[in-house]
């Protein structure tokens, strides 16, 4: 369709424009990362996946990304699950059986070879078959110094979930056992997880001198079941505070996971309301042009009261009252949209367009308004509009986590967008809390994706530009 | 030149009303959308039924309690009746639209103004000050700021300066707001040399330079994340801009009749580019509103955006309302303004 020398002349300007380049590249990173996520979970998963807190139970809550560590020297730690319903290693699990009685042994034992003390420690102690009278259940903890300590013995009618590092009991018991052996008193307040893992000399007396005791931990877990047919079983969970590409937020979820399922959301929508918008604005300008008289006027008139709308106001109060979803959100963006600036200047372009001569021409073999309009004028305002057209994808990218982030978009209780994980982190303090990667990744990949949009709206427009050919 | 100041002041006229019209229309438009699901109704209900049961309860205390809310539910009937809201919403839509021309927005659920009271208008109007220092002076400066320093790289066509320019020009895709985030982080939460939020610091100076300096000072952080934002694409813009203009035939005859270049620049290049600059400034100005919000928000300036902010929390209907209505006008005071600029500087307008 285009001739050969065009072409060739499109490639050398191209290699030219290397901000053109980097912005094509960026461009398609993103779509590969969306057409990976959108293929891996498909829309309905990702909308219950990200809104089901029960999901993400055995991850760390506001874990760091794991790459941190290589920046560290004292490594921070990652989560360790050792589950006795698994045949990982480290599980031992030994049945005894006396008559009625069963005794389940199960020794958990985890290698920690870390510098930094767990976020948590949560034991889950599981039965199955139908338990109606009380099993006794003991647990201990054995340290890599042989120390061994009894946590609890406690009598279960069910599934138990024994939050370690939350047992005030233990944590007294277990600092009144170190204070009279190290015969001082601690400088601060000190937690069970540090407790648990610490070298018990005097280092662990001082917050700035503590320091982690390393090898294997083990803990105990015996079970008195007075039904044989009832099955035991045990998961410890070891949360670390590192996890994954991005770490995780406060509710557990993987950021790296919310940020790319949030990416093909990002690129659809921004995408489309740029298209429609601009699509709509050049056939509203051109009608108007073309037209002229009455519709022309009408048209003016109606351009210049939605100007006079403030749009985003009004946007915010319809998505308070309507809880606008990320495509109902579009529908109303488009719909205000339709004669609003774009309008003049797509007008102006084609009221210059219509005298030129070969419009002339083709009235006079009887052409169409519709053929002049398809064939003539459009591809020739395709210059201008197009690199408009990718400059504003960012804009309505922006303007949709921006409504995630006030917290009035709908997205806020199913799709899983950057400004929806902006939005739960506010929320959570995360900025005061230190937890920076929370607000840093999501807005990381919004920076990138306006970057590369504008990159390659700007490097078309310097190479289509018709008035900038004369320089 | 009397004919000239008429022709300037018909023009005017003609605009003033036209836009007069635009503003309506679109506060109509604007109260149409809105209460698509009765929620302007809602407002207006809930604010009756509060002041009927609240005049009745006191009123009649010698009642019983059930007999009181009986007589309030009659006269709430007969309200709703005056007020006619048995009719179709478009007798209704018109009542809204001269309570809001006349700026009668009722009293709000829950916001107070500082003197705390709660009737919208003046809440809002509180908030009005503080929004037109802040965005006007940054338009102003950005503005400015765009032209000058595009006219001067604009000499530099091709040179290393022209590169920077250019490839810096998509920092603009991101709005001002985003970096203002950024700018807190660094700035205030880190290097600790700019206030956290607000306009004033508490407790505010007590000396009135003292106050504008505070002013200043926490106005440095959205000035800083503006210029981020909106400097580049204006500077690659106007640098543009102004490198097709300079070859236009008539600046090279003033260049070969030996004008200095900087007069040059002044009178054959700035001057009758203007028109276009002035309507640029005029979109300029009406789409910074948008980011306008989120910043002050962002910023926690004590302006109108963060009172949409907080109305959102406190789900403070009339108020949201008001804020949109009141931005309308903004808008058109905006065009107006802008108008009578473009009159002044485009010689074609007064002749006409």
């Known amino acids: 369709m285009f001739p050969l020398s065009s072409l060739r002349r499109g490639l050398y300007n191209l290699k030219r424009e290397k901000g053109l380049l980097a912005g094509i590249i960026i461009l398609l990173t993103l779509t590969v990362i969306s057409l990976y996520a959108a293929f891996a979970a498909p829309y309905h998963e990702i909308v219950r996946k990200w809104n089901t807190v029960e999901l993400w139970e055995d991850y760390p809550r506001n874990a760091l990304p794991v790459w941190i560590n290589l920046f560290r020297d004292k490594k921070l730690p990652e989560t360790i699950i050792k589950d006795s319903r698994t045949g990982t290693p480290g599980v031992l699990k030994e049945v005894k059986r006396l008559n009625e009685i069963k005794i389940t042994r199960i020794v958990l034992t985890f290698n920690y070879e870390y510098d930094d003390i767990p976020s948590e420690i949560l034991l889950k102690i599981i039965f199955t078959g139908n338990l109606s009278r009380r099993a006794t259940v003991t647990i201990k903890w054995i340290s890599p110094d042989g120390d061994t300590v009894t946590f609890k013995q406690i009598a279960l009618s069910g599934n138990y979930s024994y939050f370690i590092s939350l047992d005030?009991?233990?944590?007294?018991?277990?600092?009144?056992?170190l204070v009279s052996v190290l015969g001082r008193e601690f400088t601060y307040d000190v937690d069970i997880n540090t407790l648990l893992f610490a070298v018990k000399d005097s280092t662990i007396l001082e917050k700035s001198t503590v320091r982690i005791s390393r090898g294997n931990y083990s803990i105990d877990i015996e079970t008195i079941v007075l039904e044989p047919h009832v099955n035991v079983d045990a998961k410890l969970i070891v949360y670390g505070k590192v996890y994954g590409m991005a770490g995780t937020d406060g509710y557990r979820r993987d950021l790296w996971i919310g940020v790319v399922w949030g990416t093909p959301a990002a690129l659809a929508f921004g995408l489309s309301a740029a298209l429609i918008v601009a699509l709509i604005q050049m056939f509203v300008g051109a009608v108007s042009a073309w037209l002229g008289g009455v519709t022309d006027f009408v048209i003016q008139r109606l351009t210049e009261i939605f100007m006079n709308i403030p749009f985003y106001p009004l946007l915010i109060m319809i998505s308070f009252v309507y809880k606008l979803d990320l495509w109902t959100l579009l529908l109303v963006i488009v719909g205000l949209g339709i004669f609003g600036a774009g309008v003049k200047s797509m007008r102006s372009i084609f009221l210059t367009l219509k005298e030129v001569p070969f419009i002339e021409a083709a009235k006079a073999y009887g052409a169409s308004s519709l053929r002049i309009i398809t064939l003539y004028m459009i591809p020739r305002i395709l210059p201008t509009l197009i690199p408009n057209l990718i400059t504003s994808v960012p804009y309505y990218v922006f303007l949709e986590a921006s409504l995630a982030i006030i917290g009035v978009s709908g997205t806020l209780r199913s799709v899983v967008t950057w400004g929806r994980i902006l939005n739960d982190a506010y929320s959570s303090g995360a900025l005061y809390l230190g937890l920076h990667h929370w607000v840093l990744i999501p807005s990381l990949f919004l920076f990138i994706t306006s970057l590369g949009f504008a990159l390659i709206g700007l490097g078309l427009d310097r190479m289509l530009n018709p008035r900038l050919k004369e320089i | 030149m009397s004919r000239g100041l008429r022709g300037i002041s018909k023009f005017i006229g003609l605009r003033v009303v036209s836009v007069c019209f635009t503003l309506v229309a679109a506060i109509y438009i604007i109260i149409i959308i809105v209460n698509l699901g009765g929620f302007i109704d809602q407002i207006v209900i809930s604010q009756v039924r509060q002041q009927i049961?609240?005049?009745?309860?006191?009123?009649?205390?010698?009642?019983?309690?059930?007999?009181?809310?009986?007589?309030?539910?009659q006269l709430l009937e007969l309200e709703i009746k005056r007020l006619g809201f048995d009719k179709p919403f478009i007798y209704r839509s018109f009542i809204y639209l001269r309570n809001a021309l006349l700026w009668d927005f009722g009293r709000s659920f829950r916001i107070t103004s500082s003197s705390g009271s709660k009737t919208v208008s003046l809440i809002v109007l509180e908030r009005l000050g503080p929004t037109i220092l802040l965005f006007t002076s940054l338009n102003i400066a950005i503005f400015f700021s765009q032209l000058f320093v595009g006219l001067i790289v604009s000499r530099y066509y091709g040179k290393l300066i022209?590169?920077?320019?250019?490839?810096?020009?998509?920092?603009?895709?991101?709005?001002?707001?985003?970096?203002?985030?950024?700018?807190?982080?660094?700035?205030?939460?880190?290097?600790?040399?700019?206030?956290?939020?607000?306009m004033l610091s508490a407790p505010p100076p007590e000396d009135v330079l003292l106050k504008i300096l505070d002013i200043l000072w926490h106005m440095i952080g959205p000035f800083i994340s503006w210029f981020i934002a909106y400097l580049p694409i204006g500077v690659y813009y106007y640098r543009t801009f102004f490198l097709i203009f300079s070859r236009e035939d008539y600046v090279e005859m003033a260049q070969a009749k030996g004008v200095p270049q900087n007069l040059v620049e002044r009178r054959y290049i700035l001057r009758p580019s203007l028109p276009p600059i002035i309507t640029n400034l005029a979109l300029t100005i009406i789409g910074s509103w948008t980011g306008a919000i989120i910043t002050e928000t962002v910023f926690g300036w004590p302006g109108m955006g963060r009172l949409i902010h907080e109305a959102l929390q406190a789900m403070d209907s009339p108020v949201l309302l008001a804020t949109s209505t009141i931005y309308a006008y903004l808008l058109a005071v905006t065009v107006i303004v802008l108008d009578v600029v473009y009159v002044i500087v485009d010689p074609r307008v007064r002749l006409a």
């Open chain 1, 168 to 177: 005030l009991d233990l944590l007294n018991s277990l600092r009144k056992r």
């Open chain 2, 53 to 73: 049961y609240e005049s009745v309860m006191e009123a009649q205390k010698h009642l019983p309690i059930e007999e009181r809310r009986r007589i309030a539910e």
């Open chain 2, 162 to 198: 022209d590169k920077i320019v250019t490839s810096m020009s998509p920092l603009s895709s991101i709005p001002g707001w985003f970096y203002g985030i950024f700018i807190i982080l660094v700035f205030a939460a880190w290097l600790k040399l700019l206030p956290f939020s607000g």
